[in-house]
T-cell receptor, first 114, second 112 residues
Framework: GAGVSQTPSNKVTEKGKYVELRCDPISGHTALYWYRQSLGQGPEFLIYFQGTGAADDSGLPNDRFFAVRPEGSVSTLKIQRTERGDSAMYLC????????????FGQGTRLTVV | QKEVEQDPGPLSVPEGAIVSLNCTYSNSAFQYFMWYRQYSRKGPELLMYTYSSGNKEDGRFTAQVDKSSKYISLFIRDSQPSDSATYLCAMSPWGGYQKVTFGTGTKLQVIP
């Protein structure tokens, strides 16, 4: 596809359930970023991948959150034992290289925990 | 205190007006400054990317950075209804997008 694709676009889950959010970056982009945006707030950094490895996961709020990118392309953000406070827009972005001046964001996955 | 402060608005202006959007920051390590536009229920879209102090112009948009005052601005000339969106400032100590710090966003409405 032409842009960063995120699925699903919306996800409603019950408290305590496990969810997976998928990000399909622009083809050839080696750097991939996950951000979380709560209502009325700016995006907050979660984790950054360079290739297959997580180069910086310091933004993950706790050990319920985990992300993988096994083949250096598609990435999955995994949230265990979801809590109502996890409700937010989860944004994925990619850039060709880490130092690129532009990263392209997907449309996000809106997660609602009820 | 947040590292990046941005007035959330909303800011409402008539079509054709000049719009001024601003952010202040506290981290003197920030060297790369960005402005993003975000339409409702969409991902952010990069408008301007600047390094260090100075001005940068792109069409109707001008970005200004004053590192001595820790203050950045985005000016929109001849504003259009299609400019109605939330505008996010963002900044980083490094080039690239690892650990970029965003402002909370200013919601702008341009009235025809």
């Amino acid at each position: 596809g032409a842009g960063v694709s995120q699925t699903p676009s919306n996800k409603v889950t019950e408290k305590g359930k496990y969810v997976e959010l998928r990000c399909d970056p622009i083809s050839g982009h080696t750097a991939l970023y996950w951000y979380r945006q709560s209502l009325g707030q700016g995006p907050e950094f979660l984790i950054y991948f360079q290739g297959t490895g997580a180069a910086d996961d310091s933004g993950l709020p706790n050990d319920r959150f985990f992300a993988v990118r096994p083949e250096g392309s598609v990435s999955t953000l995994k949230i265990q034992r979801t809590e109502r406070g996890d409700s937010a827009m989860y944004l994925c972005a990619s850039s060709r290289r880490t130092v690129d001046t532009e990263a392209f964001f997907g449309q996000g996955t809106r997660l609602t925990v009820v | 205190q947040k590292e990046v402060e941005q007035d959330p608005g909303p800011l409402s202006v008539p079509e054709g007006a000049i719009v001024s959007l601003n952010c202040t920051y506290s981290n003197s390590a920030f060297q790369y400054f960005m402005w993003y536009r975000q339409y409702s229920r969409k991902g952010p879209e990069l408008l301007m990317y600047t390094y260090s102090s100075g001005n940068k112009e792109d069409g109707r948009f001008t970005a200004q950075v004053d590192k001595s005052s820790k203050y950045i601005s985005l000016f929109i000339r001849d504003s259009q209804p299609s400019d109605s969106a939330t505008y996010l400032c963002a900044m980083s100590p490094w080039g690239g997008y690892q650990k970029v710090t965003f402002g909370t966003g200013t919601k702008l409405q341009v009235i025809p």
